[in-house]
């Protein structure tokens, strides 16, 4: 089955500063990937999603990036606010209906 | 649309008995899937259904079983609970177009 890799576990910055969230997959058929964000106690919520006929994805501050050839995708955040504090999680799927997420990233942006 | 409903929100059981997690949507969608959710461990899927009369297995399967009698609902039950099963239980729904929409989630505490 398809093996999803996500880094970093944490990740800390600077309110108005970068994040990148990175993610490897392991099945070269997976076509779709897309990134949730989890407040606490929360349900996770679709923030961005790219599918495999695309190599880039931008809404506002957020976007993706996806590399076929090496298999993974970033999620990229820019001019961050607290607000931003989040868990977020990348997943991988080729059919639509099975989805194999990474472990998550604890975002903590500090005002 | 109230989009995906689960019930209950939370639920103790003792070891060894069963229960039923309640999953409904009212989005037509064909895809239905049940998460787990442990820390540091991202969503794991459990069963998965692509259309009515059509279930299968997931990454985690034991101890759980499923059904899909109609469109909207996906039942999980827990056959004899264990304190492995100790968990956040994530029902979702989606289609080709719009994949995986989550449900606000059912803790179980298994004791």
């Known amino acids: 089955g398809e093996n999803v890799e996500q880094h970093p576990s944490t990740l800390s910055v600077q309110e108005g500063d970068s994040a990148v969230i990175k993610c490897t997959y392991s099945d070269s058929a997976s076509n779709y990937f897309p990134w949730y964000k989890q407040e606490l106690g929360k349900r996770p919520q679709l923030i961005i999603d790219i599918r495999s006929n695309v190599g880039e994805k931008k809404d506002q501050r957020i976007a993706v990036t996806l590399n076929k050839t090496a298999k993974h995708f970033s999620l990229h955040i820019t001019e961050t606010q607290p607000e931003d504090s989040a868990v977020y999680f990348c997943?991988?799927?080729?059919?639509?209906?099975?989805?194999?997420f990474g472990s998550g990233t604890k975002l903590n942006v500090k005002p | 649309n109230a989009g995906v409903t689960q019930t209950p929100k939370f639920q103790v059981l003792k070891t060894g008995q069963s229960m039923t997690l309640q999953c409904a949507q009212d989005?037509?969608?064909?895809?239905m899937s049940w998460y787990r959710q442990d820390p540091g461990m991202g969503l794991r899927l459990i069963h998965y259904s692509v259309g009515a009369g059509i279930t299968d297995q997931g990454e985690v399967p034991n101890g759980y079983n499923v059904s899909r009698s109609t469109t909207e609902d996906f039942p999980l039950r827990l056959l004899s609970a264990a304190p492995s099963q100790t968990s956040v239980y994530f029902c979702?729904?989606?289609?080709?177009?719009?994949?995986?929409?989550f449900g606000n989630g059912t803790r179980l505490t298994v004791t």
């Open positions: 979702a729904s989606g289609t080709y177009n719009s994949p995986l929409h």
């Open positions: 997943a991988a799927s080729k059919n639509f209906n099975k989805f194999y």
């Open positions: 989005m037509n969608h064909e895809y």
